[in-house]
């Protein structure tokens, strides 16, 4: 019994650490595809239409991996996931990265055996209310009824809110978005708390959007990115340095429509990023214009984020870049 128990453990451990140090982009290549996993249907961030194509800021990160890989942008397939179901799928080996409206943070990276390959969208949350409730601020939300989902970032904040201002709330759960947006929009809550840029994007699918209101109160930290599976370096790099490569598109200035000819351009930094001088590519695992095909697919940074969540009526804000009074940061390709 014990020599079947150690035994047991022990093919446990091998098939864990084999998932680990499984090398994705192989298991990609061989497949053909990179398997993103997305959220259930989140206008800006990962949203399907009628005919099943996605869009979205998270959906382009995807995209452009697989234009990295593939130099094809249509490589990927998406696994609409709710945030309950999301680390699972990543661990499990389900998805190979997590692009879904995702808050980094210490827990996450550290007790789930997933890694953040950096930020996309740095967010906070935000509260949401009825107009016709007259309130102007979070503070005067004693007692309020809260409508969120489980399996967030979520729960936690506005909780710490709430204690840490002395006011009572009562929390009202859903697993699935749609189940929260349709309580709200039924009246069974005064608040909908989420990201604000998901308050912006739940909006629109509101019976009345003009006639409910985001509240000045940003009572967290959500920087959200894409996510992998710890033990596999390779692929952490190609998804880490993809994203980095569209922010610095932006700020080098090659856009969709001039990649190929900026191929030419004399600046270093320019050629060193598309591929025509250094073997950037090369020690991704990757051809040496990995980048110029992500950006050829989605365009840079500003690109795709004029094209998703800008519609939101989300303007640029701290996710600018920095040398234009934002926080977005890309290290250099060098
Ligand atoms: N960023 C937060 C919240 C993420 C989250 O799941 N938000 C909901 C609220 S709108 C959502 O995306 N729902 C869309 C869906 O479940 O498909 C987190 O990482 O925990």
């Known amino acids: 019994m014990k020599k079947l128990l150690t035994f047991a453990i022990a093919a446990g451990a091998m098939a864990i650490t084999g998932l680990a140090s499984a090398a994705t982009l192989d298991d990609v290549r061989t497949k053909g595809y990179v398997q993103c996993g997305v959220s259930q249907g989140l ?56 692009s879904r409206n995702t808050t980094w943070t210490m827990t996450r990276d550290t007790q789930l055996g997933l890694n953040f390959a950096g930020v996309n969208y740095y967010d906070g949350q935000g509260m949401m209310v009825p107009s016709g409730l007259g309130v102007k601020s979070a503070m005067e939300l004693d007692g309020a009824n809260i409508c969120t989902n489980t399996g967030t970032t979520t729960e936690l904040n506005i909780t710490d809110f709430f204690r840490s201002n002395k006011m009572s709330f009562n929390l009202v759960a859903f697993e699935k978005a749609d189940e929260v ?33 985001v509240l000045p109160e940003i009572i967290s930290k959500e920087p959200l990115g894409p996510v992998v599976r710890q033990g596999d370096d390779q692929w952490f790099n190609i998804v880490r340095w993809t994203l980095n490569a569209l922010i610095n598109a932006e700020e ?6 001039n990649v190929q000819s900026m191929k030419n351009s004399d600046n270093p930094a320019i050629k060193r990023l598309l591929g025509t001088e250094g073997n950037f590519g090369e020690e991704l695992g990757l051809e040496n214009n990995w980048a110029a095909n992500a950006i050829q697919a989605v365009g840079n940074y500003a690109e795709s984020y004029e094209k998703t969540v800008a519609p939101l009526g989300l303007a640029r804000g701290v996710n600018a870049l920095w040398s234009a009074g934002g926080i977005m940061y890309a290290p250099p390709v060098r």
């Open 181 to 213: 947006v349709a309580a709200y929009d039924a009246g069974r809550c005064d608040v909908y708390t989420t990201d604000r840029s998901a308050l912006a994007a739940q909006r629109t699918k509101l019976t009345d959007p003009n006639a409910h209101k």
């Open 252 to 257: 080098l200035g090659v856009t969709q429509s």
């Open 43 to 98: 206008p800006g961030f990962s949203n399907a239409d009628d005919s099943g194509n996605w869009t979205g800021i998270d959906v382009d990160l995807c995209r452009a991996v697989a234009a990295a890989i593939f130099g094809d942008g249509d490589k990927v397939r998406f696994t609409p996931l709710s945030a309950k179901q999301r680390f699972t799928a990543l661990s499990s080996g389900e998805i190979d990265i997590l």
